[in-house]
């Protein structure tokens, strides 16, 4: 699995985390017609950029974090039939925590 993948310097693995398949009018959306979703769980972290100075910088995601990320943004890789997606850092759009997950889910 991507257990032993580490992605190097300020580069993210996701798996896209995917969308219910059903809207509010019970229509159900054929797979050839959805767009790849925008959020993700975190897989797994590089170390982080390194400055100007020499200095790493960390990243302010982890593994398990939820994301969303631009449309356009990183490359799909595959592994093991599982797809995923590696980003840098600045591709993130912002992270998902409790609150949010909580408010999203009560429309």
């Known amino acids: 699995m991507a257990g032993n993948i580490t ?3 300020d580069r993210v693995l996701v798996r896209r985390l995917e969308e219910k398949e059903t809207v509010k009018g019970g229509i159900i959306i054929p797979d050839s ?7 993700g769980e975190v897989v797994a ?3 982080g950029k390194i400055n100007d100075k020499g200095e790493r910088i960390a990243l302010d995601v982890k593994a398990g974090d ?7 943004s990183g ?3 595959k592994i093991d039939d599982e797809e995923f ?3 840098k850092e600045d591709e993130i759009l912002a992270k998902i925590g409790g609150a949010a997950k909580a408010a999203g889910g009560r429309k």
Request: hydrophobic share 40%; proline share 8%; charged share 25%.
């Open 33 to 39: 017609a959805k767009e790849k979703p925008q959020e």
């Open 75 to 77: 490359n799909d890789i």
């Open 66 to 72: 939820r994301i969303l990320f631009g449309k356009y």
């Open 7 to 9: 992605p190097l310097h």
């Open 45 to 47: 972290v590089g170390a």
């Open 85 to 87: 997606l590696i980003l």
